[in-house]
Protein backbone atom coordinates (compact mmCIF):
# COMPACT_ATOMS: atom_id res chain seq x y z
CA UNK A 1 0.00 0.00 0.00
CA UNK A 2 1.51 3.10 -0.83
CA UNK A 3 1.60 6.32 1.70
CA UNK A 4 -1.76 7.57 -0.30
CA UNK A 5 -3.49 4.92 0.28
CA UNK A 6 -2.03 4.61 4.06
CA UNK A 7 -2.94 8.32 4.27
CA UNK A 8 -6.25 7.95 2.88
CA UNK A 9 -7.04 5.08 5.80
CA UNK A 10 -6.21 7.11 8.17
CA UNK A 11 -8.18 9.80 6.95
CA UNK A 12 -11.28 7.93 7.31
CA UNK A 13 -10.14 6.77 10.80
CA UNK A 14 -9.76 10.21 11.87
CA UNK A 15 -13.40 11.10 10.59
CA UNK A 16 -14.53 8.57 12.54
CA UNK A 17 -12.99 9.84 15.91
CA UNK A 18 -14.21 13.73 14.87
CA UNK A 19 -18.26 12.27 14.11
CA UNK A 20 -17.03 10.42 18.01
CA UNK A 21 -15.93 14.08 19.41
CA UNK A 22 -18.76 16.23 18.21
CA UNK A 23 -21.19 13.13 19.88
CA UNK A 24 -19.41 13.33 22.86
CA UNK A 25 -20.84 12.53 26.19
CA UNK A 26 -19.88 14.82 29.01
CA UNK A 27 -21.73 13.15 31.56
CA UNK A 28 -19.71 9.33 31.05
CA UNK A 29 -23.02 7.65 32.57
CA UNK A 30 -22.69 9.94 36.43
CA UNK A 31 -25.83 9.39 38.25
CA UNK A 32 -28.24 12.12 38.44
CA UNK A 33 -28.40 11.99 42.68
CA UNK A 34 -26.86 14.91 43.82
CA UNK A 35 -22.44 15.77 44.70
CA UNK A 36 -21.40 15.84 48.15
CA UNK A 37 -20.54 19.68 48.12
CA UNK A 38 -19.11 19.24 51.89
CA UNK A 39 -16.16 21.85 52.16
CA UNK A 40 -14.15 19.10 53.10
CA UNK A 41 -14.49 17.28 50.04
CA UNK A 42 -14.09 19.64 47.81
CA UNK A 43 -10.87 20.76 49.09
CA UNK A 44 -9.63 17.97 48.78
CA UNK A 45 -9.92 18.08 45.16
CA UNK A 46 -8.71 21.60 44.89
CA UNK A 47 -6.20 19.86 42.87
CA UNK A 48 -8.70 18.92 39.83
CA UNK A 49 -9.56 22.27 39.60
CA UNK A 50 -6.62 24.10 39.07
CA UNK A 51 -5.67 20.89 36.83
CA UNK A 52 -8.65 21.95 34.59
CA UNK A 53 -7.94 26.07 34.96
CA UNK A 54 -4.09 25.77 34.60
CA UNK A 55 -3.33 22.90 32.29
CA UNK A 56 -6.31 20.66 30.43
CA UNK A 57 -8.39 23.86 29.34
CA UNK A 58 -5.45 25.97 28.20
CA UNK A 59 -4.08 23.09 26.24
CA UNK A 60 -7.31 22.40 24.69
CA UNK A 61 -7.76 25.74 23.41
CA UNK A 62 -3.82 25.21 22.07
CA UNK A 63 -4.85 22.18 20.17
CA UNK A 64 -7.98 23.60 18.55
CA UNK A 65 -6.46 26.99 17.39
CA UNK A 66 -3.84 25.04 15.83
CA UNK A 67 -6.20 22.19 14.21
CA UNK A 68 -8.26 25.07 12.43
CA UNK A 69 -5.16 26.78 10.18
CA UNK A 70 -3.82 23.08 9.46
CA UNK A 71 -7.64 22.00 8.12
CA UNK A 72 -7.86 25.54 6.08
CA UNK A 73 -4.69 24.25 4.33
CA UNK A 74 -5.59 21.18 4.22
CA UNK A 75 -8.89 22.48 2.22
CA UNK A 76 -6.70 24.89 0.16
CA UNK A 77 -4.13 21.93 -0.45
CA UNK A 78 -5.45 21.16 -4.40
CA UNK A 79 -4.44 17.16 -4.31
CA UNK A 80 -1.45 17.17 -1.99
CA UNK A 81 -2.83 17.06 1.43
CA UNK A 82 0.11 14.52 2.77
CA UNK A 83 2.10 16.81 5.07
CA UNK A 84 -0.86 18.85 6.25
CA UNK A 85 -3.10 15.51 6.50
CA UNK A 86 -0.16 14.40 8.58
CA UNK A 87 -0.45 17.29 10.75
CA UNK A 88 -4.01 17.62 11.32
CA UNK A 89 -4.55 13.20 12.45
CA UNK A 90 -1.48 14.57 14.91
CA UNK A 91 -3.05 17.38 16.55
CA UNK A 92 -6.74 15.25 16.64
CA UNK A 93 -4.72 12.98 18.47
CA UNK A 94 -3.35 15.07 20.68
CA UNK A 95 -7.04 16.98 20.93
CA UNK A 96 -8.73 13.50 21.48
CA UNK A 97 -6.58 12.34 24.56
CA UNK A 98 -6.81 16.28 25.97
CA UNK A 99 -11.09 16.58 25.69
CA UNK A 100 -11.16 12.72 26.67
CA UNK A 101 -8.83 14.07 30.26
CA UNK A 102 -11.05 17.14 30.51
CA UNK A 103 -13.95 15.40 30.61
CA UNK A 104 -12.93 13.04 33.23
CA UNK A 105 -11.68 15.64 35.37
CA UNK A 106 -14.35 17.77 35.73
CA UNK A 107 -16.48 14.22 36.28
CA UNK A 108 -14.42 13.24 39.13
CA UNK A 109 -14.46 16.98 40.80
CA UNK A 110 -18.23 16.77 40.28
CA UNK A 111 -19.48 13.15 40.38
CA UNK A 112 -22.96 13.40 40.06
CA UNK A 113 -25.30 16.18 39.62
CA UNK A 114 -25.39 19.60 41.99
CA UNK A 115 -28.08 20.87 43.88
CA UNK A 116 -29.43 24.63 42.92
CA UNK A 117 -27.15 27.06 45.15
CA UNK A 118 -29.63 28.21 47.96
CA UNK A 119 -26.64 28.50 50.55
CA UNK A 120 -26.39 32.20 52.09
CA UNK A 121 -23.28 31.25 54.41
CA UNK A 122 -20.82 30.35 52.25
CA UNK A 123 -18.31 32.78 52.20
CA UNK A 124 -15.54 30.16 53.00
CA UNK A 125 -15.90 28.06 50.01
CA UNK A 126 -14.78 30.35 47.86
CA UNK A 127 -14.10 28.71 44.76
CA UNK A 128 -16.14 25.81 45.40
CA UNK A 129 -19.24 28.08 45.86
CA UNK A 130 -22.43 25.84 44.41
CA UNK A 131 -23.12 29.24 42.01
CA UNK A 132 -19.77 29.11 40.90
CA UNK A 133 -19.05 25.30 40.58
CA UNK A 134 -22.87 25.07 38.19
CA UNK A 135 -21.58 28.17 36.70
CA UNK A 136 -18.45 26.23 35.51
CA UNK A 137 -19.82 23.07 34.68
CA UNK A 138 -22.64 24.13 32.26
CA UNK A 139 -20.26 25.93 30.58
CA UNK A 140 -17.79 23.01 30.07
CA UNK A 141 -21.00 20.09 29.55
CA UNK A 142 -23.74 22.75 27.69
CA UNK A 143 -21.49 25.96 25.84
CA UNK A 144 -18.43 24.64 25.10
CA UNK A 145 -19.97 20.74 24.37
CA UNK A 146 -22.01 22.68 21.63
CA UNK A 147 -19.45 24.38 20.64
CA UNK A 148 -16.90 21.95 20.08
CA UNK A 149 -19.53 19.60 18.55
CA UNK A 150 -20.10 22.08 15.36
CA UNK A 151 -16.16 22.78 15.36
CA UNK A 152 -15.96 19.18 14.73
CA UNK A 153 -18.40 18.22 12.59
CA UNK A 154 -16.90 21.23 10.25
CA UNK A 155 -13.71 19.45 10.12
CA UNK A 156 -14.97 16.19 9.81
CA UNK A 157 -16.82 17.78 6.54
CA UNK A 158 -13.33 19.90 5.66
CA UNK A 159 -11.35 16.04 5.62
CA UNK A 160 -13.95 14.40 3.67
CA UNK A 161 -13.62 17.55 1.22
CA UNK A 162 -10.38 17.10 1.17
CA UNK A 163 -10.60 13.32 0.22
CA UNK A 164 -13.30 13.60 -2.50
CA UNK A 165 -11.26 16.99 -3.57
CA UNK A 166 -8.60 14.98 -5.51
CA UNK A 167 -10.58 13.42 -7.52
CA UNK A 168 -12.70 16.64 -8.68
CA UNK A 169 -11.61 19.89 -7.94
CA UNK A 170 -14.27 21.46 -6.66
CA UNK A 171 -13.85 24.86 -4.32
CA UNK A 172 -15.05 24.62 -1.26
CA UNK A 173 -15.81 27.47 1.40
CA UNK A 174 -16.69 26.19 4.78
CA UNK A 175 -16.44 28.48 7.33
CA UNK A 176 -14.70 26.67 10.69
CA UNK A 177 -16.12 28.50 14.43
CA UNK A 178 -13.62 30.02 16.21
CA UNK A 179 -14.67 28.17 19.37
CA UNK A 180 -15.34 31.39 21.26
CA UNK A 181 -14.63 29.80 25.02
CA UNK A 182 -12.28 31.83 26.54
CA UNK A 183 -9.97 31.48 30.15
CA UNK A 184 -12.62 30.05 32.32
CA UNK A 185 -13.22 31.65 35.84
CA UNK A 186 -14.85 30.03 38.13
CA UNK A 187 -16.49 33.82 39.42
CA UNK A 188 -19.28 33.11 36.82
CA UNK A 189 -22.43 32.20 37.66
Known sequence: MDELDTLASHQLR??????????????????DTPSDLSIDKLRSKEYLLIE???ALLPLLRQHITSLSPALRELNQAQGKPTPTLKLVIEILLKLELTLDQTIRTLNDLIPGKLPKPSRTNDQHFKEFKCFRLRGFERFIKRVMQAQLATFFSKSRQLIEHSRSQTKAELPLQLH????????TSLSCG
Open 176 to 183: LPKPSFQS
Open 52 to 54: LHS
Open 14 to 31: HQAVLERLANCDYDLGLP
